[in-house]
């Protein structure tokens, strides 16, 4: 049962169960307030630094640790897993210092399917105090144990909505949000300060002209992929490109990151229209293969938490 709950994303998804495996992971867990059904433990010992109070509403089954290894993918196992509830972002009681230091930014996921990349995003998303993630269909499972390894406990830190399809994103967004696009596809480097995206994944985009922002074309046709996903027959809207570096935080603001293979959808590329959003350039060294997603993510995250703070300062000042 534990090993089909950590492989199984359709079951997980029919019983409402998740598999959380290690200490710090089960510990971050139960001061969230997820709902601990049954702990396999190897040693007493375990048990001696998680929460007792909600050790005594689980069932505690001691195994061999052989047992605990034949279950687990990790390389050294420490003897200790959980089979949780399902959590609920909502029902989620998340550290006090993440609401402190949480910032009206927000990370929308479009199509990121590998559970590595996935995890580091969401850690990077909990690191730079983003408010929310969002996951459209065709993310992987968040609450896959590969994503959850690279999370490092984000999950617990960071509200997280999974499973989205694109017409219920704008009611999980807060009113008047800009909505802007970043994406990992390298449409390949261009010398000019203008260029035509190849397509719709093109949005972390290489640059060897830094002197004047880049402005992206609308596309004529949309892919035979795109087609695939409804939206056969409608142009990709045009979005005015720039640097990431360059001013873009508006208050609140949202930012999509495509996958590592389609990268952004054209429901992602309308959205982000429809609020007056950018597309934002990653400039690289001509040459140099497109940035991985969750780098991508990491970089203009971090950026707009700079920009957001230097602008708290500037606004402080202006009061003093």
Same mark, same amino acid.
């Given at each position: ?30 001061? #969230? ?31 061999k640790f052989e047992d605990i290894k034949s279950w ?24 006090? #210092? ?62 997280? %909505? ?14 008047? %949000? ?7 596809k390298d449409p390949g480097v261009q010398t000019e ?79 982000? #229209? ?13 040459? %140099? ?10 970089? %203009? ?20």
């Amino acid at each position: 049962k534990a090993v089909t709950v950590a492989k199984s994303r359709k079951f997980r998804d029919h019983h409402g169960k998740v598999l959380l495996e290690g200490h710090r992971l089960i510990k971050d867990a139960l001061q #969230a307030g997820a709902v601990l059904q049954t702990l396999f433990f190897s040693t007493v010992g375990h048990l001696k630094e998680l929460p007792e109070a909600e050790l005594k509403r689980a069932n505690l089954v001691k195994v061999k640790f052989e047992d605990i290894k034949s279950w687990s993918d990790l390389i050294t196992p420490q003897g200790l897993i959980g089979i949780f509830s399902k959590p609920d972002h909502a029902k989620m009681a998340y550290p006090a #210092a993440q609401l402190t230091n949480s910032l009206p930014v927000l990370l929308i996921c479009d199509n990121i399917r590998d559970p590595g990349n996935l995890g580091t995003i969401l850690r990077s998303a909990a690191g730079a105090g983003c408010e929310k993630v969002l996951l459209t269909k065709g993310c992987v499972d968040p609450w896959e144990p590969k994503v959850l390894r690279a999370g490092m406990g984000a999950h617990f830190r960071v509200p997280i %909505v999974a499973n989205l399809d694109w017409e219920s994103v704008p009611s999980n967004l807060p009113a008047g %949000v800009q909505v802007c696009v970043a994406d990992n596809k390298d449409p390949g480097v261009q010398t000019e300060t203008e260029f035509t995206s190849g397509s719709a994944s093109s949005s972390v985009s290489v640059s060897s002209n830094l002197q004047a922002p880049v402005k992206s074309k609308p596309k004529a046709h949309p892919s035979e992929s795109e087609a695939g996903e409804g939206m056969a027959g409608v142009g990709v809207p045009e979005l005015a490109a720039q640097y990431y570096y360059e001013n873009w935080v508006q208050t609140p603001v949202a930012v999509v990151i495509g996958g590592e293979t389609q990268g952004l959808s054209p429901a992602a590329l309308h959205l982000a #229209a429809s609020t007056g959003g950018k597309r934002l350039v990653i400039p690289v060294v001509p040459g %140099v293969d497109s940035l991985n997603s969750a780098i991508a993510a990491g970089i %203009v995250l971090f950026e707009g938490k700079r920009q957001l703070l230097w602008r708290y300062k500037q606004d402080e000042r202006q009061t003093f």
